[in-house]
Nanobody
Framework: QVQLVESGGDLVQPGGSLRLSCAASGFTLDDYNIAWFRQAPGKEREGALCITKSGLTLYYTNSVKGRFTVSRDNAKNTVYLQMNSLKPEDTADYYC???????????????RGQGTQVTVSS
């Protein structure tokens, strides 16, 4: 079964850090570009960033630059999203998605996870 499973979401205080995981099964992650999207309560889903097959990071949201980084561990078939200096406005459901190109449109990715919840609050 082809699927992506996100994990690592939690409640964290402002200024804290969190690492999300996106684990693939049924296919090989290094054949795909992997993006992270997020959807805050009451808002539309937005692209955060994307890591290409070659390891290049493309940012879709300026507010995460300098705070969020993405990496891939092809041996574990997993992509990680490291989030530092978290702010309350980072509160959202976070989704990973796999596709042939990095684009900022969620529907353009043919393999998508179910999401993991991140809450930033004191």
């Amino acid at each position: 079964q082809v699927q992506l499973v996100e994990s690592g979401g939690d409640l964290v205080q402002p200024g804290g850090s969190l690492r999300l995981s996106c684990a693939a099964s049924g296919f090989t992650l290094d054949d795909y570009n992997i993006a992270w999207f997020r959807q805050a309560p009451g808002k539309e889903r937005e692209g955060a960033l994307c890591i290409t097959k070659s390891g290049l990071t493309l940012y879709y949201t300026n507010s995460v630059k300098g705070r969020f980084t993405v990496s891939r561990d092809n041996a574990k078939n997993t992509v990680y999203l490291q989030m530092n200096s978290l702010k309350p406005e980072d509160t959202a459901d976070y989704y990973c998605a796999a596709g042939p190109v990095c684009v900022g449109f969620y529907d353009r990715y043919n393999i998508r996870g179910q999401g993991t919840q991140v809450t930033v609050s004191s």
